[in-house]
């Protein structure tokens, strides 16, 4: 089974329009953290956002906030006001335990801001 | 701000060749991990790293891989007779212990791009 879904393999957005990119996850542990990923064109993974199984408010980041539905499973992440330059690849992913373990990456999400 | 760092950025090797990845991480960190994401394809964990000794591995990492800490900075990975199939994006990345033995961010670098002809 899938540790990490992500459902849309791609999304187009307008410029300076919020987007919602989906994440759920599957764990059976009660301590567990969840990650944003941004890779764009250049290859490289940019680290946006972090929530901790126990932390009781969600993320934010600038622009960027998690939106954390524990009782669903879901972690998505929210960009407000999109620019052009948030065009890339986006993968969710998860680290079981509460340890430096492994971290788990979802197939992620292809998001396009269009001008 | 510090930051994890990789060489080379590209690598072109023939099958059967061995590779060396090098990746220096941020200096006070303790933990250390290889990834690869081949291309279109989700990334995936190869091995973490802790106290000088391999602490996880995947099926991937099989018996043609091994890592190294030869000094206070670098940590590498080594495929001993690259196939075809390993071509793909190798990223290293490293993350603090802090107290309780709990951290939460891994940083990565910036990747090294291995194709193998």
């Known amino acids: 089974a899938q540790k990490i879904t992500q459902t849309q393999p791609g999304m187009f957005v307008q410029e300076k329009e919020a987007v919602t990119l989906d994440c759920t996850y599957d764990?059976?542990?009660?301590?567990?953290?969840l990650f944003w990923y941004k890779q764009p064109s250049s290859g490289e993974m940019i680290f946006l956002i972090y929530?901790?199984?126990?932390?009781?408010q969600n993320a934010t980041e600038g622009r960027y906030s998690l939106n954390f539905q524990k009782a669903r499973k879901s972690a998505n992440l929210v960009i407000s006001a999109s620019q052009l330059g948030d065009s890339a690849m986006y993968f969710c992913a998860m680290r079981e335990g509460n340890r430096d373990d492994k971290i788990i990456f979802g197939k992620g999400t292809r998001l396009h801001i269009l001008p | 701000e510090p930051e994890v760092t990789q060489t080379p950025s590209h690598q072109v090797t023939q099958m059967g060749q061995e590779v060396i990845l090098r990746c220096v991480p941020i200096s006070n960190h303790l933990y250390f991990y290889w990834y690869r994401q081949i291309l279109g394809q989700k990334v995936e964990f190869l091995v973490s790293f802790y106290n000088n000794e391999i602490s996880e591995k995947s099926e991937i990492f099989d018996d043609q891989f091994s890592v190294e800490r030869p000094d206070g900075s670098n940590f590498t990975l080594k495929i001993r007779s690259t196939k075809l199939e390993d071509s793909a994006m190798y990223f290293c990345?490293?993350?603090?212990?802090?107290?309780?033995?709990?951290?939460?961010?891994?940083?990565f670098g910036p990747g090294t791009r291995l194709t193998v002809t």
């Open positions: 764990t059976s542990d009660q301590s567990y953290g």
């Open positions: 990345a490293s993350s603090e212990a802090l107290l309780g033995g709990y951290s939460y961010e891994q940083y």
């Open positions: 929530q901790g199984s126990y932390d009781e």
